[in-house]
Structures are given as C-alpha cells and as structure tokens.
C-alpha cells in the first residue's frame, strides 16, 4: 500500500506533470465501518486519511478515484474467520447473497463518502473461467447470477450518483449477453487506444465504463474490431 506521505509525493509530481486524474488501488486496503478485519494488518487507509488525500489532490484539480474489488480478489480480506459467512472460496464472494450484498453496500458506503469522484471502480476481472480455473471454475457466476450480482452493484452507485467503471474481460467474452442485458439507461464508455489504424477511438454505448488491457497494438485493433462488428449487428 502506498503510504498516505508517499502518496502525496505522488500527486505533486504528477500535479507538475499535468495530470487530472489518478485511480487509487485499494483492493481491501481501506476502512469499512463495522468491518475492522476488513484490510487488517494491510496497512489501510482511514476514513480520515482517504478525505485528506481527496482534498489534496481537488486542490490541484485532480480527480482521485477509488479503485475497489468487489465479487472477488478478495484473497487477503476473507483470509479471517469472521468472513467466511460471506466467501464461496478463499478469493471469493457468495453469489446471490444478501450477506454478500451487505458488505458490498458497506464499502459503497465507505469510498462513496471519502471521495468527490463519482466514479468507483469495481474490478471485476478476476471472476473467470480463465483466471479460476484452479477452482475447477465451480466459483464462477453463471449469466444469470453474474448479472443478478453485478446489478446489484450498478444500484448501488446509482443510489450514491456515481457511475460504475469495470474490467471488461467478461464482456469481451460474452459480447451477446452484453448487447442483450447491459441496461441501456446508463451511459457507457468504450475508450481504447494504439488505434491508428481506427480512427474512432471512443464509443458511447450504454452505462459502464470498460477498460480493456491489451499486451499489443495488434491484440487491440482485432478486439475492436470483433467489439464493433458484433454489436452494430445487434
């Protein structure tokens, strides 16, 4: 965890350099009310420290946007006792639970409060088949229960007016369920980049704002590509 002194340092430097924006990876690395397990001995940040670095950094006119994990990655937090109502393996979440809901809303409650942003990020890459295989893939949400999970977490910053932002390795892989299910009322971003030989480089679709790591610039173009051709046909 980058200490709150060294994180100060950082958003100097970066001030000088410009920047606007910088996400903040917490995974389980903040407080929680009612959770004190919750990034136990992980060297967390307070309530307080969170709003302090908040303020510091709007006072250069950046935006610091809490980086969270949700439905799983979750390894170091449900490592203690007092979490096991709510893990389906060590790394994560029960699905369909209100236990699980419950302690989702409560980490809402926690970055929501700390920061301006009203952008949260949400993680969600880890919950897949090619990343749980080790689990012999029974951890996996199916459709139905990824979406049921998954709209429950889009109430969530509606509630908060914030707007969710996720990994899209599983849209990427389900590009149908994406065109069929995704809710339309909220407004979605697709910002890809290395894309000379595309000259549309943003695309508004519908809520969620998808971020996609591509070793290469090749690997980048075909995803766009696919991307583009499945959901004009849709």
């Not at 799983?72 to 096991?84: D, G, I, K, M, Q």
């Not at 990994?167 to 149908?176: A, C, I, L, N, R």
């Not at 980049?193 to 690997?219: C, G, H, N, P, Y």
Request: glycine share 4%.
């Amino acid at each position: 965890v980058l200490r709150p002194e060294e994180l100060y340092r950082f958003i100097d430097i970066l001030a000088k350099m410009g920047y606007n924006t910088i996400q903040l990876y917490t995974e389980d690395t903040y407080e929680v009310e009612g959770e004190p397990y919750f990034g136990y001995q992980r060297g967390r940040y307070s309530v307080k420290e969170m709003r302090e670095l908040d303020d510091y950094a709007d006072s250069f006119g950046i935006e610091l946007i809490p980086c969270i994990q949700t439905l799983a990655h979750l390894t170091t937090a449900l490592r203690w006792e007092c979490f096991a109502p709510y893990s389906d393996t060590a790394d994560i979440l029960l699905a369909d639970d209100d236990r699980t809901y419950a302690l989702i809303d409560a980490m809402f409650a926690s970055v929501t409060s700390c920061f301006r942003s009203r952008r949260i990020h949400l993680g969600m890459d880890e919950e897949t088949a090619q990343n749980q295989y080790a689990y012999g893939y029974a951890v996996v949400r199916a459709e139905p229960l990824w979406l049921r999970d998954f709209y429950h977490m889009v109430d969530c910053c509606e509630r908060e007016n914030a707007r969710p932002w996720i990994w899209s390795d599983y849209f990427y892989g389900h590009k149908e369920l994406f065109a069929k299910k995704m809710q339309k009322t909220v407004q979605q971003q697709v910002k890809l980049t290395l894309l000379r030989e595309l000259k549309k480089q943003v695309l508004t679709l519908s809520m969620i704002q998808f971020t996609k790591w591509l070793a290469t610039k090749q690997d980048t173009v075909r995803h766009l590509k696919d991307f583009l051709r499945d959901t004009s046909a849709n």
